[in-house]
């Protein structure tokens, strides 16, 4: 092929590519068009339910009920308030009041009154003397632990006691009555007194 004909084909291919190029579209919307919506992925912004887990509820623990002290134990449970025999005790010039519990021992030691008996010391807790006969220890406890203002019977000694001071417990010892109000004048009797005790009626 000559130059010149080479140099005209060589016009041509570029022309026809270069209108080809040319003729490709280009997508462009128009007006009336509505851009391609852009793909949007949503993220949910409310965790789901949380489901609750139950809590449980400690209650609180029961406090055991107290253990009775021996003293306590030793109150005798046949004292009710009906029942009970009103005593007078006569020291000299000086009377003293009491009861006597409905128990067998102290019903025996009514039977008994009036009664005029001498009684001493003992210890320094206690004023004691002896009873013209035995009582019946019958339904009593083997032992006892009075309480200062008390009355006693200690059945080993065939004993009447009033008590004044804090003896303790003891084998023997069957509490039958009260007095009413302090002991002081009996605690303070230095020797042996006499002493009347009767039945106020």
Excluded at 45 to 61: E, G, R
Excluded at 77 to 104: F, H, M, Q, Y
Excluded at 182 to 187: D, K, L, S, T
């Amino acid at each position: 092929m000559s130059r010149p004909l080479r140099k005209i084909v060589s016009i041509f291919v570029i022309f026809v590519f270069g209108s080809a190029c040319r003729a490709t579209p280009t997508f462009t919307p128009s007006a009336g068009m509505s851009p391609t919506p852009a793909v949007t992925v949503n993220t949910p912004t409310t965790l789901p339910p949380t489901i609750p887990v139950p809590t449980l509820t400690l209650l609180p623990a029961k406090t055991p009920s107290p253990t009775p002290t021996e003293r306590e134990m030793a109150m005798p449970t046949d004292k009710p308030s009906t029942g009970e025999t009103r005593i007078r005790v006569i020291i000299g010039d000086t009377v003293l009041t009491g009861r006597l519990w409905d128990n067998a021992t102290a019903r025996d030691l009514i039977d008994q009154l009036p009664l005029t008996l001498t009684f001493r010391d003992f210890n320094r807790v206690e004023k004691i003397t002896t009873l013209p006969r035995r009582l019946s220890t019958e339904g009593m406890p083997p032992g006892d632990d009075p309480l200062p203002g008390d009355i006693g019977y200690y059945a080993p000694w065939n004993n009447l006691v009033f008590y004044y001071g804090d003896v303790g417990y003891f084998n023997g010892i069957v509490r039958i009555g009260r007095f009413e109000g302090n002991v002081e004048f009996i605690a303070n009797q230095t020797g042996d007194f006499t002493a009347i005790i009767e039945i106020v009626r």
